[in-house]
């Protein structure tokens, strides 16, 4: 039990950045102390140690602007100012990798929601994704519920996989060795990322379809897809994307359960969603946007700190503290550790 409790732990997909970014650049806050005060706060009520961070994405709410690769510009440098001098490490070599995992830092994984803001498509170059991959760019989530220039998102009823654009960045993902993530993509796009995936293959906060049959969750095909790049999927907690009627704990372990039946335990994680700040801000922001939502929050994971209750579930649950410590971060790691310098 002491073993399971000393392991790392990661989430590898978190909306918390967005609330930070907007406090600096709307009331003018020190980004350190915004930093530690709403972000490191809530990583330590989980004992998260390794974080996916999402510095920007597709929608103006994401970088600050309608000018969205500017605005994602201004939230690499907020980012970069916040860590400044703390024990946090953007990840992007072995060493700082070595250092999260021996408890002497704790580290983020940059990544975006949406890759339009990298999109450089009337040139059809990729200049701006490379120059955001110097800034520490790791990661990238691909899609964002709708079409981009990359190709179609989940609320897309055409259902269209990549542009030949979208196959050429996937390409030059591969390229650069940036952690690919399918979550909110259509099944043809998922299906295409699939095909041209020489890296290892994230869905960072996408559940198990075969446990509940929600159009964000991934097909038995997709999971074993993912699985065969080296990649991983991170379970959430959002409600709807869970079970039909009121959502528990529980429901995460029958996801969790369903994953490792059709690939195993070393690609399955958390990715967990936790939305930040007032119901009535989500409610605005998703009937703008046209997303479908029943309950925001699962009881019990208003916040990180419902982290330590579903390890203790699942170890009642019958997995092994071996197996534990791969869910809870092990296998997060083994992904990011293959894309480092």
């Known amino acids: 039990m002491a073993e399971r409790r000393d392991s790392l732990i990661a989430n590898i997909h978190d909306d918390y950045s967005f609330e ?41 709410h994401f970088a600050g602007g309608a000018d969205t690769t500017t605005g994602t510009y201004r939230r690499f440098d907020i980012v970069h100012r916040a860590v400044e001098g703390t024990d946090v490490r953007i990840l992007t070599t072995h060493e700082d990798l070595e250092e999260v995992k021996s408890g002497r830092a704790r580290g983020l994984v940059l990544t975006l929601e949406g890759a339009e803001p990298v999109c450089d498509v009337h040139g059809n170059d990729f200049y701006t994704l490379r120059n955001c991959y110097r800034l520490g760019l790791r990661a ?8 981009n ?19 050429r960045f996937v390409e030059e993902l591969n390229r650069l060795g940036i952690i690919t993530d399918v979550s909110q993509g259509t099944r043809a796009s998922v299906h295409d990322v699939i095909e041209l995936a020489e890296v290892p293959l994230i869905a960072s906060h996408s559940n198990a379809f075969g ?30 994307h869970l079970t039909e009627g009121a959502a528990s704990i529980d429901d995460i372990v029958r996801h969790v359960d369903y994953v490792a039946s059709v690939v195993g335990v070393d690609h ?7 939305l930040p700040g007032s119901a009535e801000r989500w409610y605005s922001f998703f009937d703008a946007a046209n997303i479908e939502y029943t309950d925001l929050w699962l009881d019990g994971f208003e916040d990180l700190g419902g982290v330590p209750a579903l390890l203790d579930r699942l170890n009642k649950a019958g997995y092994s503290d071996e197996d534990l410590a791969k869910f809870a971060g092990g296998n997060a790691a083994r992904v990011v550790e293959k894309i480092l310098d």
Do not use: C
Not at 149 to 167: F, K, Q, V
């Open 20 to 60: 930070l970014a907007d406090m600096v650049e709307n009331e003018k806050k020190d980004p350190r102390e915004v930093f530690g005060m709403h972000y490191l706060s809530r990583m330590e009520k989980g004992s998260v140690r390794l974080q996916f961070y999402t510095v920007s994405g597709d929608a103006p």
């Open 140 to 147: 990238i989530g691909l899609f964002w519920f709708r079409a």
């Open 149 to 167: 220039p990359i190709g179609d998102g989940s609320n897309e009823r055409r259902n269209g996989g990549l542009t030949n654009y979208g196959r």
């Open 211 to 240: 446990a509940h049959e929600h159009g964000r969750n991934l097909t038995d095909e997709e999971l074993k897809g993912i699985a065969a790049s080296g990649g991983m999927a991170g379970m959430n907690t959002y409600p709807a």
């Open 268 to 274: 399955v994680g958390m990715g967990l969603n936790v």
